[in-house]
């Protein structure tokens, strides 16, 4: 901490951080004043985490000084030292929110007894603050997400170092995804808790569902260091980190929808160590690499619902792309090999565009011949979108899931149930929003609409008023 020691007598600044120092050898800084006047300037200069003003100094006391000081940096903690035993000094020193009131001389015992209580307290109020600031990450985040970044500059914090990391787990297995994360989760938050480096930091998940570190650190090398020695803990080149700065709240949030801009990068370049946002901004021909993760990407959701022919259309029409054949042969193949292999479990090792294609048919059909056969049994069917009604379920795709044509997969389900199945799809839908924003009444209506399987917050809007009566923002008011 940065301890503050007012007194007229050298002697007796000294003697108090000498005694300082012994309790706690090399763990705060110190600096003095010589009287009421200085001790105000130096607080205006930094405000110190601890003062201790002595009553009677030259030009301006130390009850004068705290009534400045108290103004100019509430979250100091202030003891009062006086060589009188006077009640009323003692009163109005606690009437002027001083943490202690102190006789001279000190001793040993009853200033370690003072200074531990005052960290204790100091330390339950950084952790307030910390959630604090959390929550308005969050919220903030969520409403720059629907209305824009406005209101993101009347948040307190004001001009800082601000960082923000994004972590992107990728792992077919969703249970395995949602382990790595909460771990991860976990002992980032405890890392930058203990961290006296780190002022403010809020750990969370975005709107996207990707993990999110937001702080305050001058240098925040330590922090990049202990998140890139976590991600080395799993080689298997699941876990991708990015990077960004700026002076804002407003600018750390931008950087933060940057970043999920060019995330797709880590398909093919090594982003197993934290990657700046700048630096990957700089990087030649972004655009043409960004568009081809994309693409890979499209190609790899179809595969992973069996959509066989889909693949096989769109790997066709990729085959006669020159664009996307020259960013294949200038990545990095290892790393979109792992990726692949992790995503889709089937091995890859293609050197050509095209045999690296066929490699992507030959994954597709083989995760649409491990899907389970089904005729036509309905509750297989409304089991399947129960389980995945927050990703696409249209009739397209459900339909070539069981084995069925669109048409008279719709046909039947309307048959057998006396109902369309897009309306089918629409109820489970709005039902599980209604219980998200019931259970959960600070969620965001962003948030809500992608977890039941809306890509359009204004479409689900529309929807789920239509639906109840009400608008999603009003449910449960």
Same mark, same amino acid.
């Given at each position: 901490m940065f301890i503050l020691i007012a007194d007229d007598e050298k002697m007796l600044r000294l003697s108090l951080q000498s005694m300082l120092e012994e309790l706690y050898p090399n763990e705060h800084i110190y600096i003095h004043a010589s009287n009421g006047e200085a001790a105000v300037?130096?607080?205006?200069?930094?405000?110190? $985490?601890?003062?201790?003003?002595?009553?009677?100094?030259p030009l301006m006391n130390g009850l004068e000084a705290l009534d400045l000081c108290r103004k100019i940096s509430p979250s100091t903690k202030w003891v009062i030292l006086s060589g009188y035993a006077d009640f009323e000094y003692a009163q109005q020193a606690i009437r002027m929110s001083a943490s202690s009131y102190l006789l001279k001389?000190? $001793?040993?015992?009853?200033?370690?007894?003072?200074?531990?209580?005052?960290?204790?307290?100091?330390?339950q109020e950084a952790l307030q603050n910390n959630k604090l600031f959390t929550l308005d990450i969050i919220r903030s985040f969520s409403m720059a997400d629907m209305l824009g970044t406005d209101e993101m500059s009347y948040l307190p914090y004001g001009e800082r170092n601000w960082t923000i990391y994004q972590i992107y787990i990728d792992s077919q297995e969703k249970e395995r995804q949602c382990m790595l994360k909460h771990e991860l989760f976990c002992s980032i938050d405890r890392f930058c808790e203990?961290?006296?480096?780190?002022?403010?930091?809020?750990?969370?998940?975005?709107?996207?569902?990707?993990?999110?570190?937001?702080?305050?650190?001058?240098?925040?090398?330590?922090?990049?260091?202990?998140i890139?020695?976590?991600?080395?803990?799993?080689? $298997?080149?699941? /876990?991708?980190?990015?990077?960004?700065?700026?002076?804002?709240?407003?600018? /750390?949030?931008?950087a933060s929808r940057r970043i999920s801009e060019v995330s797709d990068v880590r398909f093919v370049f090594d982003c197993r160590q934290t990657r700046s946002i700048t630096e990957i901004d700089s990087t030649a021909g972004l655009e043409e690499i960004l568009h081809f993760s994309s693409e890979i990407n499209r190609l790899i959701r179809n595969a992973l619902v069996g959509n066989q022919e889909s693949v096989r259309q769109f790997a066709a029409s990729l085959e006669q792309d020159s664009r996307m054949a020259s960013v294949f042969y200038q990545i990095s193949?290892?790393?979109?090999?792992?990726?692949?292999?992790?995503?889709?479990?089937q091995p890859f090792c293609a050197e050509s565009w095209s045999a690296f294609l066929k490699q992507i048919c030959l994954a597709a059909a083989e995760l649409s011949r491990?899907?389970?056969?089904y005729?036509?049994?309905?509750?297989? /069917?409304?089991?399947?979108?129960?389980?995945?009604?927050?990703? $696409?379920?249209?009739?397209?795709l459900v339909s070539e899931y069981f084995n069925l044509s669109p048409a008279y997969f719709s046909r039947l389900f309307h048959e057998r149930t006396g109902q369309k199945y897009i309306d089918f799809v629409t109820e489970v839908r709005m039902e599980n929003a209604k219980r998200i924003l019931s259970s959960s009444p600070d969620v965001s209506v962003r948030k809500t609409a992608a977890e039941v399987g809306y890509t359009?917050?204004?479409?689900?809007?529309?929807?789920?008023?239509?639906?109840?009566g009400m608008l999603p923002s009003n449910w449960g008011i």
């Open positions: 300037t130096q607080v205006r200069k930094l405000p110190p $985490d601890i003062a201790f003003l002595d009553i009677k100094m001389p000190v $001793d040993l015992a009853t200033l370690k007894h003072v200074v531990d209580e005052i960290e204790i307290v100091k330390k203990e961290n006296a480096a780190v002022s403010y930091h809020a750990v969370f998940v975005n709107t996207d569902g990707e993990l999110c570190v937001v702080c305050d650190a001058v240098d925040p090398s330590h922090l990049t260091f202990y890139n020695s976590k991600l080395a803990e799993y080689p $298997d080149g699941l /876990i991708s980190s990015f990077m960004g700065k700026a002076g804002s709240i407003e600018g /750390i949030y931008k193949h290892a790393v979109l090999y792992q990726y692949l292999g992790n995503i889709l479990a491990k899907k389970p056969v005729g036509f049994d309905v509750t297989a /069917i409304k089991d399947f979108v129960y389980r995945n009604y927050g990703q $696409d379920v249209s009739i397209a359009s917050v204004r479409h689900f809007s529309k929807t789920f008023q239509k639906y109840t």
